[in-house]
C-alpha cells in the first residue's frame, strides 16, 4: 500500500454574509426565522451569487486549494491528488 497522508487543509467561504431575515427578504420565502434558527443553529449564511458579487464553485475550490497548499508548505506542483468537497450546487 502507497504511503499516504494529509498535509494541509484549507477553506474557503464568501465574504459577504446574510440573516435569515435579509435571505427571507431577497428571496420572497417565508419561514419563521426563530424556528429555523433554533431548529438548525444557522443565523447567517455566505452569498456567493448576490448583486455585485459573482463566484463560483471553481473560485472557491481554487482560493479553498491555494489555502491548503499554503497550510501544507509545499508548491502546487508537489501536489499528487486533490480532494473537493463541497455543498454548493
Given at each position: 500500500m502507497l504511503p499516504i497522508k494529509i498535509k494541509g487543509t484549507g477553506i474557503y467561504v464568501p465574504g459577504k454574509s446574510i440573516s435569515n431575515k435579509e435571505l427571507m427578504?431577497?428571496?420572497?420565502?417565508?419561514?419563521d426565522e426563530d424556528k429555523f434558527q433554533n431548529?438548525?443553529?444557522?443565523?447567517?449564511?455566505?452569498?456567493?451569487h448576490l448583486q455585485d458579487i459573482k463566484e463560483s464553485t471553481a473560485d472557491f475550490a481554487t482560493k479553498a486549494a491555494q489555502a491548503a497548499i499554503k497550510d501544507a508548505g509545499i508548491s502546487p506542483g508537489d501536489l499528487g491528488l486533490v480532494i473537493v468537497g463541497t455543498d454548493t450546487p
Open positions: 427578504q431577497l428571496t420572497g420565502l417565508t419561514f431548529k438548525i443553529g444557522i443565523t447567517h449564511r455566505h452569498i456567493a
